[in-house]
């Protein structure tokens, strides 16, 4: 690994449940550095945003978590965890393909198709968090997915297969990149990759369809949209989902 900190331990394993999972447990005993990498070439039970499976092809793309152990980050910055893994995945993806957008929160997007999930687990102590696991599954070499399914891969963008080490480490040092950067550029440089961001997008607000602008995402995560009727609301995901589509 070219990286500094982000990938210098990496525990590779075959075959897991999930890798967030064990990462947990293997903070819990003391295994794991700051900047470690839990990856594993098949994940049989893999967690997805909502408590939804996340389904990967065995050996072709890739799941792994970077574990951090953070000395200053407080529990009301944590959002700029979710920022730096997704831009980092962004900066990845948009190495290779054109219109890739962050979907809210945490959504790769290459077009409409969601291409990487990120899954992040804090443990937070009085005001600061302690320890913090960044689960990223991303399609690499995959194909055909199910049906309903808006979901794509590189290798079914590119029309070629990628390797997955290459791209693993390329992820670890833009994750450092993004990590190190002072936390306004970052605020910015995530907001300025938004997918839908100044556009009128339909969404469900309280469980009824509207239609908002989406601007920005404040500091604790929500997002900053405009009402059709000028009104400038922020919203967690507890009440706003972009629609289905
Ligand atoms: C999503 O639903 O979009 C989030 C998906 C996150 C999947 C990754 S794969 C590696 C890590 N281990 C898991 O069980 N989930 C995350």
């Given at each position: 690994m070219r990286t500094k900190v982000f990938g210098r331990q990496l525990i590779e394993l075959a075959r897991v449940e999930s890798t967030n999972t064990i990462a947990a447990e293997m903070i819990t005993a003391g295994h794991?550095?700051?900047g470690a990498v839990v990856l594993a070439h098949e994940q049989t039970a893999g967690r997805g945003q909502r408590g939804r499976t996340w389904h990967s092809a065995p050996g072709l793309d890739l799941t792994f978590s970077i574990v951090l152990r953070p000395e200053t980050l407080r529990a009301e910055d944590q959002f700029m965890l979710v920022r730096c893994a997704a831009l980092a995945v962004y900066d990845v993806v948009a190495t290779y393909l054109p219109d890739v957008r962050i979907k809210w929160p945490n959504d790769i997007l290459v077009g409409r198709r969601k291409v990487a999930g990120i899954l992040i687990r804090t443990e937070v102590l009085g005001d600061m968090v302690r320890s913090a696991i960044i689960g990223i599954g991303l399609n690499v070499n995959s194909s055909g997915f199910e049906e309903g399914l808006v979901a794509t891969s590189l290798c079914m963008e590119l029309g070629r297969t990628l390797d997955r080490n290459t791209l693993l480490e390329e992820l670890c040092l833009r994750f450092e990149h993004q990590w190190g950067r002072n936390n306004t550029d970052v605020a910015g440089a995530y907001a300025e990759r938004l997918?839908?961001?100044?556009r009128w997008a339909d969404v469900a607000l309280d469980g009824a369809p509207a239609v908002v602008r989406p601007m920005d995402v404040d500091a604790s995560g929500r997002l900053i949209v405009e009402h059709e009727d000028g009104s400038v609301q922020a919203y967690g995901l507890e009440r706003l989902r972009f629609a289905p589509r």
């Open positions: 794991l550095d700051h997918w839908a961001r100044g």
